[in-house]
Each structure stands twice: as C-alpha cells, then as structure tokens.
C-alpha cells in the first residue's frame, strides 16, 4: 500500500480557503461522505479524485463523474498535476481548485537537506544538525488523528537536541490574542506544565517584535531584571522564536511561539548558529501550520462522516412506504439542502383512510433536521392513536412551544377516504394545488404555524375529488428556488407546471435547470396524492 502524503489545495469559489489533503486517492464531490465536498446539484456524488500516478511519485486527477473536469481550461479524464494548476468542475466556470503545495512532507524534507548541507560546521555539531531529519518523521505523521500533539513533542524534543538547552515549550496563540501552553517537555522526554519560572516578558518580545529568534542571557547587564523565581531557578538563558504563517507579502500572522530555557552559561549558547535558529524558526513554523490545518480537516470530515451518518438515518425516516390502497397513489420527492433539512413528509393508512402529512421546520441543517424527525415521529404516533386532523395539529403546536427552543413549522395535514372526501388542515403551509383536467387551484385554509403560540386555534377544511384529480404539496423551497441572478422559480413555473400535467420528476428537472447549478438556499419537498376511484 502507498504511504499517504500531504498536499495542499485552495478551493476558490465564492471565496478562498485552503483544504490540506493528508491521504489519497482524495476525493471530491457533492456527497458529505466525501474529503471535499462540493454541494453542487451539477455535480456528480463522487465527481472527481486526486491520486498518486503508478510511480508514486506525480499527483494526478481523474475525473469518475458525469460532469466535466477541467485542467488549466483543457477538459479531462485524467491529468497530472503541478503546483499552480487550475481545477474546474461541471464548466469553464464552474468551482475551482488550485494545487497549492505538491507533496508536503517530500518538501519540508527537501528544505531540511538543503539547510544540512548549508549548517554543517567543522566544530563537531554535524551530528546534532542530522538530527534536523526529526522533523521529516513528525510531517509524516500528519495523517494521524493526534498529528499536533505528536508534532509538537516532536519539535520539542529536536529542538533540545540541538540546542543543548535543557527544557522547552510551545504556546499557541488564544482567540483573545494572549498565549496558551500547547505542550511542555523536558530534556529526558518528560512532560511539564507551565510554570512561574517561565519568562512572560521574553514571550511577550517574541510575540511583539520582528525578530526570528530572542537569546536572552537573564544575568546580563542589559536584560531585563529577572523576576525572583528565574533566580531561584538559576535559569541563565532563554531562546524565544515566533512562530509564524507563510504568507506572500505582509506581515505574517503569528501561530504561536517556542520557548526554550537553560541553566547553561552563556558561553555555550554562543556557539548555536544563526542558520541552525532560522531553520528550526523556519519549520517549526511550516510543521505546526500543517499539522493545525489537517487537524481541522480531520474535525471536519469526522462531522461531514456524522452528517452523512445523520442524513441516512433522516432518509430512512422519510422513506415513503406508499400504503397501499385501491384509491389512491402518494409519491414525494425532497431535496435538502444541506445533506441533512427541516422539510418532513409521511404517508400512513389508517382505519381504511389516507393520511399525509407535509413539514417544514423554520431554519436549515441539524437543529432543524433534529425538530423533523421528532414532529414526524410525533404526528404518526397521533395518527395511528386515530386522533383527528385539529386535534394533532394542537398537539404540536403545544409540544413545540413547551420546549422552548424558538423554532417553529409550517405543515399541512390530509385525511382522504375511498369515496374521495379529503379533509385537510393548512398550518402557515405553502397552498397546495389541485389539478382537475384543464385547471389548477391552490387551495385556501389557512391557520397559524405550529411553535408560535401555545393557545392557537385550528379549523380543518374539506373537499370532495374526483377520479383522476391530484393533489401536489409543496414546501416554500420549490417556489422560493432561486437562480444566480436571485430570481425565485415562483408560484407561476409551478403552476404552469403542474397545469401542463407534468410529474414530480419533471418538476424537479425544471427546478434543476431554472437554478442552472446556483446553490441551494432551502430544502426542496413536493408530495403528490392522486384519486383513482371512480
């Protein structure tokens, strides 16, 4: 099997981020279970992957979906690829990744040899500098789960070795810009906490000034007084080096900071070389970088895996098991918009009569996905306990405002019977329409969504059908479906739509191309109910 690698890829669409991939193939694609997920409805589930050639040595992208891929504008199946070039997906247009670093642990070991061959010294520090190749394994464990923390002690540890000092450690720095201890080592591999001995004032220069590095010599004349404990301790020297991201031009961003400190006489830290400090500023630097970034890829996908697990677990619930019934024929579609939604559906036969029920929860993603499945589970327990349409809508409404949980749904109840008499129950929902030969009408009761006010008021409505007449429920993510311009698909496409007959699928196609790949900004839900009796 083929060792994994790190490379770096910036996606650019409605914005910039950096994606670190820490294995291959690496895949991409509008599926949440996959390492880059791109949520666009023009994409293919599994649209592309990023893998080593045969040789192990070139990174190449291989198209596998339907749509088309695009490299440096040229359309193909399969390419290798260089720092620099441009990925596109479905058009020339369309979202773009860039390869920003090839393979990152190969490099970080080129600059390592390069700053060997330049630090060597005939003084007899060769041997400690071959210990620069440290770093070389700890970038290679940026594909584990606990890549920082090993990272971390493994910088530690080098940079002991090197230095000849005889404890070190590692802050990062805090959300409110001040410095947390990350990890804490001493010569023999033990680990410390922080301490009062550590100089707060050289961290503080580190941090505020330019410098690579800071050699602090605690008893000189021109440092800073030494607070009572340094003495006590006998700490001699400090080393500080910041930390800092690469970036072009600017003042780089500070990560965090190296702290090193010793009881050693000044004389020896003399002898550290400049070039040895700047390498070990240098990658520190560019491993710590890494090493936080896959961490929060791996956070990342560890959610997306949930979110796929939750998005299953939601399909299921939503599963229609159309009942079956001489009368009467149910179909739905929903298509959320992120993986998992709030819009819910069911279709349940009960005493002999049809009944539907259509959601949506106020608000997207988990929270509202979570609400879904518990009214859906609520209602159909109701249905089943052969309460009547008003008297579960109360139910609902009183559930959800004794949680406090400030959401809300709108919903639409059905109840049909063999002889075509339709009972329904319209709460804040989208209209439903009705098709008979020739025409389309919405369908008007209107009541209060559930959630809003513990005391609501609810009336059903009732309706006679004829054979062949259908019922089509939508949520307000079909009609309120928008284009890249913002235009909305509107009441009058769906009218027309379902005037001219069309079937669920063909509406869903028509949404499809209406919107042309723009993302999707709610969960998208029809169900239909059609009357065969005669």
Excluded at 109 to 119: D, F, P, R, T, V
């Amino acid at each position: 099997m083929m060792e994994s690698r790190a490379f770096s890829l910036v996606l650019a669409y409605a914005g910039e981020r950096t994606v670190v991939a820490a294995k291959t193939p690496f895949t991409i694609g509008r599926s949440p279970e996959m390492d880059l997920v791109l949520p666009y409805a023009f994409l293919s589930r599994r649209q592309a992957e990023i893998q080593f050639d045969a040789a192990g040595q070139c990174l190449d992208l291989v198209c596998v979906g339907s749509a088309a891929c695009f490299v440096n504008g040229e359309q193909v199946r399969r390419r290798a690829l260089r720092a620099g070039d441009e990925v596109r997906f479905a058009s020339l247009e369309g979202p773009m990744l860039r390869l920003a670093e090839e393979v990152g642990a190969t490099q970080s070991g080129h600059s390592i040899l390069a700053a060997l061959e330049q630090l060597k010294q005939p003084s007899g520090v060769e041997s400690d500098l071959a210990k620069l190749t440290w770093f070389v394994e700890a970038a290679q464990r940026l594909n584990k789960r606990d890549a920082v923390s090993e990272i971390l002690a493994a910088l530690i540890d080098t940079t002991l070795e090197l230095t000849h000092v005889e404890r070190g450690f590692v802050f990062f720095v805090d959300a409110a810009g001040g410095m947390t201890l990350a990890a804490g080592r001493g010569r023999g591999g033990e680990v410390l906490q922080e301490t009062p001995t550590i100089s707060r004032s050289a961290i503080r220069r580190a941090m505020e000034g330019s410098s690579e590095y800071i050699v602090t010599d605690t008893l000189s004349a021109d440092a800073a007084a030494p607070s009572q404990s340094i003495l006590a301790q006998n700490i001699r020297a400090i080393i500080c080096i910041p930390l800092r991201k690469r970036v072009a031009g600017g003042e780089a961003p500070l990560l965090g900071v190296l702290y090193l400190d010793s009881r050693l006489q000044r004389s020896e830290l003399t002898r550290l070389d400049s070039g040895l400090l700047h390498t070990i500023a240098t990658e520190a630097a560019l491993l710590l970088e890494n090493a936080t970034l896959v961490q929060e890829e791996l956070v990342a996908r560890q959610y997306r895996e949930e979110l796929a697990v939750a998005s299953e677990i939601q399909r299921s619930l939503m599963s229609l098991r159309i009942p079956q019934l001489p009368y009467a024929e149910v179909e739905a579609n929903s298509v959320p918009c992120k993986g998992i939604g709030g819009d819910f559906y069911d279709a349940v036969c009960h005493a002999g009569m049809l009944y539907v029920v259509v959601g949506d929860i106020s608000g997207k993603g988990v929270s509202a996905a979570v609400l879904a499945s518990t009214l859906q589970g609520l209602i159909h327990g109701q249905i089943s306990s052969g309460l009547g349409l008003v008297a579960i809508a109360e139910v609902a409404n009183r559930y959800i405002c004794s949680k406090d949980i400030r959401k809300y749904a709108t919903m639409l109840l059905l109840r049909m019977g063999p002889d075509g008499a339709v009972e329904y129950i319209n709460c804040g929902h989208v209209q439903p329409l009705l098709q008979s030969p020739g025409t389309v009408r919405p369908l008007e009761n209107c009541n209060m969504p559930v959630g809003l006010f513990a005391d609501a008021k609810y009336a059903s409505e009732m309706l006679q059908m004829v054979r062949g007449e259908r019922l089509l429920i939508p949520t307000d993510g079909v009609t309120e479906a928008e284009d890249r311009a913002e235009r909305l698909f509107g009441e009058e496409r769906l009218h027309a739509l379902v005037g001219a007959g069309a079937s669920l699928g063909k509406v869903f196609e028509e949404i499809a191309r209406f919107t042309d790949g723009a993302p999707a900004q709610d969960d998208c839900t029809i169900v239909e109910v059609r009357y065969w009796m005669s």
